[in-house]
């Protein structure tokens, strides 16, 4: 069952901030962050295993509400170089295979 | 450090025709997955192997579909008689093991004249 990403797409001025959100109906084992850019393979950003916790690096965070089977990308002081597709990658169990989201399109305008 | 590497980064090939693609791991990952990306939506998983052993394939792949990754080094995804719905971006990706951060390659773009 493919996870379900909201919004689909977001414009933001640099500095602004955005939350991308993602719901699963099945009880997940971790959540996988990926940023795509135009023509460009998928860039790892972070996992986020079951146990509700939050991560983050830079101005780049995300949690995990374990109980209801979402996770949320929060990006603050939004930079030029954060545009391009957001996908979250969902894992039931732990085997690795994910099941992606549809994608969050974020513009970031100077 | 090497990266994931696809080869080839384009295909283009008539209908009916079989294609195979190239996918090298980064060295010493023990996972490696395939995916297929259409326009505008995510990565669909196709099957992923745990150095030489396929655990698993998708049911919604057809059987003209097929992969090896002998050795458990690289790994080779083949199509027979490609169709039309066939044309998409397909991507091989890798990891140390399950539930670690998978790495990309730049993924070969299959078109279906």
């Known amino acids: 069952q493919q996870p379900v990403q909201s919004p689909q797409a977001v414009i933001l001025r640099e500095g602004e901030d955005a939350v991308i959100n993602c719901s699963s109906s099945k009880a997940l084992y971790s959540v996988h962050w990926y940023r795509q850019k135009h023509g460009e393979a998928p860039v790892f950003l972070m996992i986020?295993?079951?146990?509700?916790e939050q991560k983050g690096h830079d101005k780049i965070s995300a949690s995990f509400n374990e109980k209801k089977q979402q996770s949320s990308l929060y990006l603050t002081a939004s930079q030029l170089s954060y545009s391009g597709t957001y996908f979250c990658?969902?894992?039931?169990?732990?085997?690795?295979?994910?099941?992606f989201g549809q994608g969050t399109t974020l513009q970031v305008k100077p | 450090d090497t990266g994931v590497s696809q080869d080839p980064r384009h295909k283009i090939t008539k209908r009916g025709q079989n294609v195979t693609f190239r996918c090298d791991p980064i060295?010493?990952?023990?996972?490696l997955y395939w995916y297929r990306q259409t326009l505008g939506q995510g990565p669909e998983f196709l099957t992923y192997f745990q150095n030489e052993a396929q655990l698993e394939k998708s049911r919604l792949l057809s059987d003209r579909f097929s992969a090896e990754r002998p050795k458990g080094s690289f790994s080779t995804l083949e199509i027979q008689r490609t169709e039309q719905g066939d044309s998409a971006m397909y991507l091989c990706?890798?990891?140390?093991?399950?539930?670690?951060?998978?790495?990309f390659g730049d993924g070969t773009r299959l078109s279906i004249l």
């Open positions: 990658g969902t894992e039931i169990s732990n085997t690795g295979k994910l099941i």
């Open positions: 990706a890798s990891s140390p093991q399950g539930s670690q951060p998978q790495h």
């Open positions: 986020l295993l079951k146990g509700g």
């Open positions: 060295s010493e990952h023990n996972r």
